[in-house]
Each structure stands twice: as C-alpha cells, then as structure tokens.
C-alpha cells in the first residue's frame, strides 16, 4: 500500500470552498500515478518502454465527507485483485482518521497505439504481486 498526501488548493475547490466531487478521480489518479513509479515504472517507462498504459475500466466511489480547502489529505492505493491484464485497486482518501472517500477501481492494461487490451507485461505483474 501506498499513501500520498495532497493539499487542497483553491483550484480544486468549488465556491464554497470544498472539493468539487470530480477532483477526488484526480486525487486518485496522482495516487496510482506516484504507486506505479514507486515500483520503478513512471508513465514515460510504461508507455515508451513497455507500450502499456493502465486505463480505468470502472470505478465505483462513496463520498462519506467533503474535504475543504488547505486540507492535507492522504490518499491510500492498494491492490486487492490482479488478473491476466487488469488489476483492482482499493482506494481512499482520509483527513487525519477522518475518512472522506472509499473507492474501488477496475484497471486495464491496454496497448499503447492500439488501445486494445493485452496482459500485463510480466515484470510488472512481479512488482504489482510483490507490493
């Protein structure tokens, strides 16, 4: 598991000052992002190298409290299923011990020109398994 922690700026905010609900997928992606370069495979590596990208497939999301503006939060991944060419992720985001939103996402591991799915490349899956 891996947590990063993410301000909130008044960008991500709506004009009462609280998180504007589709900021939290970004949140999310931030998170998995900074996940997979923990592993040695930043976007560059996966596209240029590997010629895979991870795509989200479907994401289920229950927002339990708001987060406001100059709030540190932490953003948890973790990996609860990893198949053939997808993967899914268990993610929430916190305030202290406060949580804010529990979510699950369905991963896909795509082509990179095509788009089309393929496995994911075994080096990966390694590091995935062992993370």
């Not at 009462?16 to 992002?33: C, D, I, K, P, W």
């Not at 709030?71 to 929430?92: F, Y």
Request: proline share 3%; hydrophobic share 40%.
């Amino acid at each position: 598991m891996l947590t990063l922690e993410q301000r909130v700026y008044y960008e991500d905010t709506d004009a009462g000052g609280v998180v504007y609900h589709s900021q939290y997928l970004n949140f999310m992606e931030r998170a998995r992002t900074e996940w997979l370069r923990s592993l040695g495979f930043s976007q560059h590596v996966l596209r240029e190298d590997l010629q895979v990208l991870f795509v989200v497939h479907r994401i289920e999301i229950a927002y339990k409290k708001p987060a406001r503006l100059d709030d540190v939060l932490q953003i948890q991944t973790e990996i609860t299923k990893i198949g053939h060419g997808s993967m899914k992720c268990q993610q929430v985001i916190r305030r202290g011990d406060t949580l804010l939103i529990d979510a699950t996402v369905n991963i896909a591991c795509v082509h990179a020109e095509t788009f089309k799915p393929i496995g994911i490349p075994p080096r990966i899956k390694l590091a995935l398994e062992r993370s």
